[in-house]
């Protein structure tokens, strides 16, 4: 089992900047990819951004350039540095790992509000 508590979301306004951090807890060995997604009301969850225990990341086309994953593996943590925040970022961030065998594991989720 794998444990997720995400931190970090908060209230900001129009161009500015958060640091999300997930810290993941349990049987660290079986992850593979950590990511995050994000989840507006009557949408449906999408992928943000992840990164591979090489470091390899990927990026929605909507962030790219503006969001930057970083994974410690040494503190279970995965961060999501996000600047240039727009409006359309609001949304609830949710932290993802998926292991070896595909599992998926989920955190609780962090509201992240852009104001205008």
């Known amino acids: 089992q794998v444990q997720l508590v995400e931190s970090g979301g908060a209230l900001v306004q129009v161009g500015g900047s958060l640091r999300l951090s997930c810290v993941a807890s349990?049987?660290?060995?079986?992850?593979?990819?950590m990511d995050w997604h994000r989840q507006v009301p009557g949408k449906q969850r999408e992928l943000v951004a992840l990164?591979?225990?090489?470091?390899?990341?990927n990026y929605a086309g909507s962030v790219k350039g503006r969001f930057t994953i970083s994974r410690d593996n040494a503190l279970n943590t995965v961060y999501l540095e996000m600047n240039s925040l727009k409006p359309e970022d609001t949304a609830v961030y949710y932290c993802?790992?998926?292991?070896?065998?595909?599992?998926?594991?989920w955190g609780q989720g962090t509201q992240v509000t852009v104001s205008s």
């Open positions: 349990g049987s660290m060995l079986s992850i593979n990819t």
């Open positions: 990164v591979t225990p090489d470091g390899t990341t």
């Open positions: 993802h790992a998926m292991s070896f065998s595909r599992i998926n594991y």
